[in-house]
């Protein structure tokens, strides 16, 4: 059972996710693909080196290029993915981002905005209008590159446009993009557009359908789904962004280990089930949470009342895995409830089989999030469990 994307399309999201990427089927032939410890391969094939390809990264990507309709290229975290797509630009491209993304993409755009080497502009991409008009009034800045776009290799061609960086939701304030309004109003001024896929994964949400040219993913997070593995993926809508995006992966050498790659196809497997369990676990938590006393906001898209609900209806097939809370007693009650959980880990990151709570705010580069904020990525525990652990860490914080 393996093959082109196209020879998926007849079974549903939650089969491809168990099935694609498999070897072929051969008589006595391994079911999974290895883990290949080969640094070089023997002359007269198509791969020579494993800084360009090797038959576990082939397999990983072939399953996530399957679910997200595109050409994956496997790499060694989210930021090594997100760093290939924009060190992918000309010197001086100019690149439009949402104010609230994830704060990895926020500060690696900032340095690379101080050294010149692109020209950033931020908007709340969540508020539709404003967010076309920064595009706009991006292109209205010449481009320092002073090159006009060249035809000839893929990655010069891309490299020449401007760039649409959404986030969709956001890290950790669970914005809604409408991604077809932007994808389409960033397209008819020539931009690229690339989107941030971690929070939903390819079961909730598909940008590359919706006109994307590339998606991202922290593999880390829900992909791999197990909190043992740093790895990422960029999937390119076409051939010749799959080829820049293969080029920077050789160059600049951040390639995923071939142990870590198979983890992660093997998490992937179970994507479909973990999902559905987190997901109904962040719902639950998330109305539960709008209804206890001493919790003044709650960020969940699923929430009827969200401002990102409608669009998340119409662009998402879930509502994910993460809710983001705020406590009447800012930052220091905040920190009390976290230290206060005894099921619930207290820590960064999200999208594992165990729910995880974190303050947001004592990281300095989110100096910009409500300083109570708590961030909880719901895991695949029994519901009742982790509303016990919450409840009564809150009451110990002296929120009653
Ligand atoms: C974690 C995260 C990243 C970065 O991924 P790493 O695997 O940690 O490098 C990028 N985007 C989002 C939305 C994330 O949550």
Redesign the pocket.
């Known amino acids: 059972m393996t093959g082109p994307v196209g020879e998926w399309s007849p079974f549903e999201p939650a089969t491809q996710v168990v099935h694609a990427g498999r070897p072929p089927v051969v008589a006595g032939g391994p079911v999974n693909p290895p883990v290949e410890l080969s640094s070089l391969y023997h002359q007269g094939g198509g791969v020579a080196y494993a800084r360009d390809s090797t038959a576990t990264w082939e397999a990983f990507e072939e399953a996530v290029g399957v679910l997200e309709g595109g050409q994956a290229v496997a790499f060694a975290?989210?930021?090594a993915a997100?760093a290939a797509v924009v060190e992918g630009l000309a010197v001086g491209a100019r690149i439009v981002a949402d104010r609230a993304s994830?704060q990895?993409?926020r500060q690696f755009l900032a340095e690379l905005g101080e050294r010149g080497r692109v020209s950033v502009r931020t908007a709340d991409l969540t508020d539709t209008p404003a967010a076309l008009a920064a595009c706009q009034e991006t292109l209205s800045v010449p481009s320092r590159s002073g090159r006009t776009p060249s035809p000839g290799r893929a990655d010069q061609q891309l490299a020449d446009r401007p760039l649409l960086w959404i986030?969709s939701p956001t890290?950790p304030l669970l914005g809604v993009v409408d991604l077809p309004a932007l994808i389409e109003g960033a397209h008819r001024i020539g931009m690229t557009v690339a989107v941030?896929n971690?929070?939903a994964t390819p079961l909730r949400q598909q940008p590359l359908a919706l006109g994307a040219d590339v998606v991202v993913h922290?593999?880390?997070?829900l992909l791999a789904g197990h909190s043992d593995v740093?790895?990422?993926v960029a999937v390119a809508a076409d051939r010749s962004m799959r080829d820049a995006l293969v080029r920077r992966r050789s160059l600049h050498g951040a390639i995923p280990g071939p142990f870590e790659t198979w983890l992660a196809l093997r998490g992937l497997r179970t994507l479909a089930l973990r999902l559905e369990r987190a997901e109904a676990n962040a719902g639950e938590l998330a109305a539960r949470l709008s209804a206890r006393a001493g919790v003044t906001e709650v960020r969940y898209p699923g929430l009827p009342g969200s401002p990102g609900h409608q669009r998340a209806v119409e662009q998402m097939s879930g509502f994910g895995t993460v809710v983001s809370f705020d406590v009447a007693g800012g930052a220091e009650q905040a920190d009390a409830v976290a230290a206060a959980t005894r099921l619930i880990t207290a820590g960064t990151s999200?999208g594992g089989v165990e729910t995880l709570l974190e303050r947001r705010g004592r990281w300095p580069g989110e100096s910009h999030l409500p300083p109570g904020l708590l961030r909880l990525s719901a895991g695949i525990e029994a519901v009742e469990d982790l509303w016990r652990d919450l409840d009564q860490a809150l009451r110990a914080a002296g929120a009653r």
Not at 218 to 221: E, G, N, R, Y
Request: hydrophobic share 40%; net charge negative.
């Open positions: 975290s989210g930021m997100i994830y990895g993409l986030e890290n941030d971690t929070f922290s593999v880390t997070k740093v790895m990422g999200l």
